[in-house]
């Protein structure tokens, strides 16, 4: 099962901010309604306060809680305090030495119901969904890691580490493509199994019209390789090839 699938671009920007939060962002995911000021402004302290508001916003916003204060956009920062009432964003150095962090991460999981990625049953959907997706969709796996990273975030689930969803990711989609190899190989009947297993057998075959040349290949190989020059000649004769062999086939064994 190969997981190695991200770029670093992906991992990195992984629930972290990737830049400055823009205008349509920040009204989204940073403004504050009366539940939130209820809940941030019975906090002592200005600094607990500005803290829980980034807290909370940054888990709507990314799906991760807040474990650098460095991490944090100036943007972001300057936008709460201006909702708070709070004039000096420096006070916030106190809150990234304190434990009441930990306490506002517990706090804001009860009162937002926000849900860890393996509890039941939001674990179970999730694995049905990318199951469903990886059987009916094409997304590529890296595609379908930043759906299930917007999918979880959206949903309220908190995300995991970025290898743990990677994994998860890769074997629902080997298990999906899996199940629909096994499905494929159910279709043909015996002559149809015994032709194209034909096509895998090698046969000494020239192949270059312009001078000869003889190498062993299968008929298979024979009927998907490209015309060796491009011009109009050898792509007929390419052409008229594989027809020959498409032909035979479907005379001989599929009509």
Request: glycine share 4%; aromatic share 12%; net charge positive.
């Amino acid at each position: 099962m190969l997981v190695e699938f991200l770029s670093e671009e992906q991992e990195k920007r992984y629930g972290c901010y990737a830049g400055e939060p823009s205008p349509e962002q920040l009204a989204k995911y940073f403004y504050l309604d009366n539940v939130d000021f209820k809940l941030i402004n019975s906090r002592r302290g200005n600094h607990n306060r500005l803290g829980l508001a980034l807290q909370l916003c940054r888990v709507r916003f990314l799906g991760t809680f807040l474990t650098d204060l460095t991490d944090v956009p100036t943007v972001a920062i300057e936008f709460l305090a201006k909702q708070l009432g709070i004039n000096d964003i420096t006070c916030l150095s106190r809150y990234g030495s304190s434990e009441t962090r930990w306490e506002h991460t517990t706090l804001i999981k009860q009162r937002y119901f926000y849900q860890d990625f393996h509890a039941q049953p939001c674990h179970w959907k999730l694995v049905r969904w990318l199951y469903q997706r990886s059987s009916l969709g094409t997304e590529s796996q890296s595609l379908l890691f930043d759906l299930t990273t917007a999918r979880l975030v959206e949903r309220k689930i908190l995300l995991p580490g970025v290898s743990v969803l990677a994994r998860l990711v890769a074997s629902v989609r080997e298990r999906a493509a899996n199940r629909l190899w096994n499905i494929l190989s159910k279709l043909p009947s015996k002559q149809q199994i015994v032709a194209l297993e034909k096509l895998l057998l090698t046969q000494v075959a020239c192949y270059f019209w312009a001078y000869a040349w003889h190498r062993r290949v299968g008929r298979l190989f024979i009927i998907k390789s490209p015309p060796s020059r491009k011009n109009g000649g050898e792509y007929a004769k390419r052409n008229n090839y594989r027809l020959y062999y498409h032909r035979r086939l479907v005379e001989s064994h599929w009509s």
